[in-house]
Each structure stands twice: as C-alpha cells, then as structure tokens.
C-alpha cells in the first residue's frame, strides 16, 4: 500500500492533477482555493510545466482555451464568483469540443457573497453558466482522497469526450486535511488529431472555433454533440449508496453535506428508521436510475444541501415526483449539523401515506429560524 | 509562361468575406508573406478574434483558432507556453484588442509574451455594423455616435501603441498604415520584424496597422484612404515607438 | 479509542493550526482515520483561528465538530465561545496564563496550564501550543505520549530538522506539568 499522507484537499487536486499529467496551470487568485495555485506555482518549474497568474480569470480560462486547443492537459481552479468570469470560457471550450479540466472550490454567493463553504453554484456547474447548449462533467469529491482520484478521472474523461470537467468541491474538503495515498493514478492518453501542433507542412491545418454563422451547420454540430453527451450520461454516472438496501427514507446529499448526512443516517437508524444515502459522485451525468430505483422502495426522500435546493429539482424529475422531496438545507456558508438533518429524517419518516405536509418541512430557511 | 505574381502559399484559396475596398485582404496579405519569407508556416499557430477577421481561420493555411472576444493575447499565450516552438500571432482589431480585451493586451506585453501581435486600427466596430470604437476619433461620426464623438461624454480615442511603450515588458511597438503604396512596403518590413523578433525569442511584439473601413465610414475607399491620411495619421502618427533590441545597439554604440 | 473530536481554538499567530496538524499526524502514524479542518478567512489574520481534529479508529464521517470530546483553548474568547459545546464528561485545557476565568461546568474535567509561562521559562517562547499538547497526550486517556517524537520528526519539514529538539522540550514539559 502507497504511503499515507496528510494533505489539504486542494493541494490533493494540485498533485493529482500533476500525477495525472497536466504541466499547465493558469489561475487568478481566490479564496478559499487558492492553495491550488501556491501548490502549482511551487511544483511547476521544477517538473517542466508552466504555472502562470492571468491578469483576471477570464484571461486565465481563456489560456486554458488556448492551452486545451494546444493537445495539452491543463487546468485552472477558482472559486465561485471567479467561475462566473470563467463561464464565457468554459462555453468557448464547450462550442470548440476541446478538453478542459476546471475546479470549483465553492463559497457562499450570489455576489461577491462570503468565504465559507457552500454547494450554491450546482446550478451553475449542472445547468450551464455560460451561453448555449453545452454540458460539463460535474464531478463532487465528498472527501480528500477524492479530491485527488476525481481530479485523475476528470482528466480523463475530458480528453474521452473532449469536453470540460470540473470539480464542484467546497470550502470545507479544499481546505480540510485528510490521509491520502495515490496508488490508484491510472493516467489514461487519448489521441488528439484535432490538437494545434502546426501543420508541419504535411496535413491540412486545424482549426478549433465556436463559430457556425451557418444555422444549419451550428444545429447539426449541437446535435452531434448532444450524441456525446447522450453516451456520457449512459456509461458515466457515478454515486455510492449507504445502508439503502432495506431503506424507507431516501436521503440525498453531495460533496461535505453528505458527509454530515451519512452520521445523521446511522444516527436514525440507532433510533430505528431505516435510513439511507444516496450520494451522487457525478452531478452531471446525474445519477437518475439510481434515484429511479430508490423511488420504487422509499416512502421519501430528503435533499441535504448548501443552497436554496438546488439539486432537488434533478431529484423530483429523477423520481418523476413519485415520492416526496424535502429539503434541509443551509446557506451562506453555514453546514447543517447532523442533528438537524436528523430531524429531517423523523420529520420524513412520520410521513403518512408518502405525502409531506407543509410544516413538515425542515429547512430553517423556511421556517424562517436560525 | 512566367510567374510574376502569386498569392503567399500561407493563404489558403478561400475567398475573403471583407467588403470592397477594404484593406483587411492586404493586412492579410503581408501577415501570409511574412510567414512565407521565414519559413514557419508549419510551426504556425494563429488566433483569429471577434469582429470582421472573425473568420481569418479560413483564410491562413497554418493551425488557426477563434477566440472569445478580446482574449486572443490570453489564448495565444496559452498555446505559446505550451508550444514554445511554434509561432503564435494574433489578429485583431480596435474594439477587440483595446476595448473588451484591453486587459489581455497590456498584461501579455508587461510579460513579454513571445508572440506576435497584428491590431488593426479602422476606428470603428465593423462587424457590428460601425460603432464607436476606442479608437474612433474625436468628433468622428458612427452609429453610437451620430452627433459626433464627444470626448467630454466618452472620453478620448486610445493610442495604443504610445499607451505599451510606457511598459518596460515589450520588445517592439511600432505603428504603420495601409493607404498608400509606400506605407504598405513599410508595413510588410514592421510585420514581418514582429514575426522574426518572435522567431528568434525577443518576445512581445505589436504592429498596430492604420487601416480604412469605407463600407462603415460611408465612404468610396479612395476617398476612405485619403482620411486615413488627413485624420488617422495625424492622431496616430506612424512610426516605431519601442524596439528594445535596436535601443541596446544604439546604446552599445 | 472509537472517536476522539479535538477542537482547538486560540488567536491566529499562536500555532493553532499546527498543534492540530501534531494531533492530525500523530493519529496517522498511528493507523487511525483522521480529518483536520481549519477555520480559514480573513478571521485568521489576527483574530481568532480554531481547528477541528477528530481521530476515530472508523472512517470520519463529518470532519465538522460541533460537540467536541476535548477542547484545548487558548484565549478567552474561545473559551466563552466554546465551553458549553463540550460533551459531558468531555476535558478542557485552558491556557491559564493567558485565560483568568474558570469554567463553571462540574461535569467536565478542566485542566490548567499556565503553558506560555512554560514555553517562555523553556526559552521555547512560542511553543506554548505544543506545552498544551504534552499535558493533553499525558491527560487524555483516549491519547498516548508514545511515538511524539517520530510525529514531530515528520511534521517539521527536512530543512529544519533543529526545531524537532525544541518542539520535544515544549511537549516534554507539558507532559510533565504538574498542577
């Protein structure tokens, strides 16, 4: 076994980015990531990569536009206000098809909102961010190890499928230190025909463009594309599931608020309720027969998140709103304690016949508390 | 039968969109001989901006890309640090490169990024449809400006050029026009130094080109080329206003 | 041990941060699971740190503490801010050089070291945090002296390697503090 070591889950995502291959790293200062940039800059000279601090970060995922158009593995990391800059990029890199490898260590927003950590961008990273039809890999580490064999698979994946990967963590595992090995590296290498390399005066020269002024070839060229996320969504989705076999509540969480679910979880089934976890690895592709399968079992299902509810709505379409959903959230950069999601739990298991009432409903947002 | 006369092998045969009389295909032109005179157009990279050479792609027969608006120095730094050996130009025009993408502009020249920079310089938006640009002159008529550009309410047009060569970063900063069969012969000899300065590692180098833009200034392009001389020249006056290298030689001397 | 959960609060400036990152690798060497969360932000620059440290022999659920086993304070603050979170039965280390106050609880064990007096008479004057973490290591009944000095070794990077001595001193003497 790899020798254990303690690291930050940011500088995790920095090394296993490096394991993985990438040597080019544009960024802009931000907390609370930005021990990935210190990490890149120490490291980077030394092994014959490039570390550059961008004027913004929009030119930083602009260099990664160029980088990526390059053949090379490069990444950027910010965090939220920062990946709202970065969005006209990542939808460049969306309409081009050319890999990128992006991380999100999320804090509280909308705005210039707060530092601590948050899940408020899943919208963002799931739904768009930039203009136009596109799709990212949303990949959500819930623990240091993680954020390293994430980083290692989003590499992959991106250069698979020629698309942007990127890691929604959160202030709580970038800046948290957990034991870690990294004996599981399984750098995979992809032919990049397409790459700017020059021509070399022996082919055809490449171009890498968004632009389609053509209607007809820009929606043929959306519908190829949508092929690619098709097969994304059928071969890629990840989630773990816990103590769901025999469960009767169904609770949902990602990334730090699902590991605050998983002690609530085992806390209420020492109280008797058969409680369990469903937690998605991948946001997008979002793990929906799992969800599917579970909504044939439960009687409800509670979304423990950092936001407003955001991934409750992929829930209720997952589950056709065949069960209930509520939510027990916190905002801001607060974290539910497991104890409140413990009551979230009883709250749902006193359902009857699978119908939540109003007041059942446990957020303190919507009771107005805390 | 003899050759006399042929296109640069560095442009492919596709047809230029710009509109008659417009100096984009001569701008081209030079750029494409450039490439051909020193030999690299298989190690060439270029990237194309937004606005009226927003299809450059076509046109340049090495490896091209499109970039965002104004983040072409951005993009081709990030190919120029991967790709060292190859040789990476933008092109861009005014509203590209000294409005939106101004930051990109000024931060890729205080680092002497080793590559090569061609700003075309018409004093309006013309893909858009002949917007004030940066560059647009005081009083000067467009459509964002119909009563004139006035510089108490927008502010003043921005010299570029004379604006980098306050940076220590840049290696050669130099302006030139294409109205005239003189200024052209000077521009090829500028744009091609930017490229060679590139070739041999000197970093930054900028060539902003005086151009015209009939369709948009609502004039024949004859009558289009005189203005560039009664009223661009004299607010952006030709000439070279950095060359680190030739500022050593003289020094040395 | 099943779960131990160490929170561990001070200013920013006094080793917070590194006394928990001691505890974090000691626990790693020892082949149990941990987590080490810092609080992080502009609160750090001189106003109050704290750091979360659980070390449990299954795999760390949340690495957020809410009700810690042990808290080791170093400012008053802290303290105020802290002490009714503590489980019954749990241990307080005050700093009673730097805090007066006593803590009114009867149902925890208190422990009071005037530890940067300690560090200050060791000549390690700013090891008062690893004082703290001797008298705990000897105190707490979850944790074990054994094996600090190969913790210490690790910790402090191979270009340093003469601050192993001090940190030692200021730990050895916090184990042997007697009240």
């Known amino acids: ?370 | 039968m003899a050759t006399v006369f042929q296109k640069p092998h560095a442009l492919t045969d596709a047809a230029l969109h710009y509109c008659p009389g417009c100096p984009h295909g001569i701008i081209h032109r030079l750029v494409a001989e450039a490439i051909d005179s020193l030999g690299i157009e298989g190690r060439t990279i270029g990237v194309a901006p937004v606005g009226c050479a927003v299809m450059a792609y076509d046109y340049f027969r090495c490896d091209m890309m499109e970039a965002a608006h104004g983040r072409a120095p951005a993009s081709a730094t990030g190919i120029k640090r991967c790709r060292p050996d190859c040789i990476v130009f933008t092109y861009q025009g005014d509203g590209d490169l000294a409005s939106i993408g101004m930051a990109e502009t000024v931060h890729a020249a205080a680092r002497n990024e080793n590559i090569t920079v061609i700003f075309v310089n018409n004093a309006i938006y013309g893909m858009t449809g002949g917007q004030m640009a940066p560059t647009s002159l005081p009083g000067q008529v467009t459509q964002t400006s119909p009563y004139g550009r006035d510089v108490t309410h927008c502010g003043w047009p921005i010299r570029v050029c004379e604006l980098l060569s306050t940076l220590e970063g840049p290696e050669y900063v130099a302006r030139v026009a294409v109205n005239s069969v003189k200024n052209v012969k000077a521009a090829g000899k500028a744009i091609e130094k930017a490229f060679r300065n590139q070739v041999e590692n000197k970093g930054f180098s900028l060539v902003e080109v005086v151009s015209a833009c009939p369709t948009n200034w609502g004039m024949t392009p004859q009558k289009a080329l005189e203005w560039v001389e009664s009223d661009m020249i004299p607010y952006y006056p030709l000439g070279v206003y950095k060359d680190r290298t030739a500022a050593k030689e003289a020094e040395a001397k | 041990m099943k779960t131990t959960q160490i929170l561990i609060a001070g200013f920013g400036g006094q080793g917070i941060l590194f006394a928990g990152k001691f505890l974090a690798y000691k626990g790693l060497l020892e082949d149990l699971q941990v987590s080490w969360l810092p609080s992080y932000g502009p609160e750090m620059r001189g106003g109050t740190a704290n750091c979360s440290v659980i070390l449990s022999e299954t795999p760390v659920g949340s690495p957020i503490i809410t009700d810690p086993d042990v808290l080791i304070v170093m400012n008053l603050p802290s303290l105020q801010k802290y002490v009714d979170a503590v489980v019954p039965g749990g241990q307080i280390y005050v700093d009673s050089t730097l805090i007066h106050e006593k803590v009114e609880r009867t149902d925890v064990d208190v422990f009071y070291i005037p530890a940067t007096q300690m560090a200050s008479d060791a000549g390690v004057s700013t090891l008062a945090n690893m004082v703290l973490m001797g008298h705990v290591l000897k105190n707490n009944p979850q944790l074990t002296f054994d094996g600090t000095e190969t913790t210490v070794q690790k910790l402090v990077p191979p270009t340093k390697q003469q601050l192993v001595d001090l940190n030692m001193k200021a730990l050895q003497a916090g184990r042997d503090y007697q009240p």
Request: with cysteine.
């Open chain 1, 1 to 370: 076994m790899a020798e254990r070591v303690l690291m930050k889950g940011n500088e995790a995502i920095a090394e296993a980015a490096i394991r993985a291959g990438c040597r080019h790293y544009f960024g802009y200062p931000i907390t609370p990531q930005t021990e990935i940039a210190a990490y890149m800059a120490k490291r980077m000279p030394k092994i014959g990569g490039v570390f550059l601090q961008a004027e913004s970060e929009i030119a930083s995922i602009n260099m990664v536009y160029g980088a990526a158009a390059a053949g090379m593995r490069v990444m950027t990391s910010s965090s939220s206000p920062g990946i709202s800059l970065k969005s006209e990029g990542l939808s460049y890199i969306a309409g081009s098809d050319v890999p990128a490898f992006v991380v999100n260590v999320q804090r509280g927003g909308p705005g210039l909102g707060g530092i601590q950590p948050s899940q408020s961008d899943y919208f963002q990273a799931t739904k768009g961010g930039g203009h136009g039809d596109y799709r990212m890999i949303v990949l959500a580490p819930a623990s240091v190890q993680e954020m390293a064999s994430l980083t290692v698979k989003g590499f992959n994946l991106a250069d698979k499928y020629r698309m942007t990967a990127m890691i929604l963590a959160d202030g709580t595992i970038g800046q948290m230190m957990e034991p870690i090995s990294f004996e599981d590296v399984e750098v995979e290498t992809y032919d990049k025909p397409w790459a700017l390399t020059g021509t070399g005066m022996k082919r055809e020269h490449n171009i890498v463009n968004s632009l389609y002024l053509k209607p007809d070839e820009l929606e043929r060229t959306n519908f190829q594309r949508y092929e690619k996320y098709r097969t994304v969504e059928e071969s890629e989705a990840l989630w773990e599931e816990y103590l769901m076999e025999d469960a009767e509540i169904c609770v949902t969480a990602f990334g730090i608020a699902a590991r605050v679910a998983k002690n609530a979880v085992a806390a209420a089934r020492a109280e008797g309720i058969k409680a369990g976890l469903i937690r998605p690895i991948t946001l997008w592709p979002f793990p929906k027969a799992a969800l599917r399968r579970a909504a044939d079992q439960v009687k409800a299902f509670v979304s423990v998140e950092l936001n407003m509810g955001q991934m409750i709505e992929d829930i209720r379409l997952a589950t056709e709103c065949r069960r209930p959903v509520s939510l027990c959230n916190r905002t801001g950069g607060m974290i539910p304690s497991p104890d409140q999601v413990l009551s979230s739990i009883q709250a749902a298991a006193g359902c009857r016949d699978g119908r939540l009432s109003e007041g059942q409903m446990t957020s303190p947002a919507q009771k107005g508390g805390n």
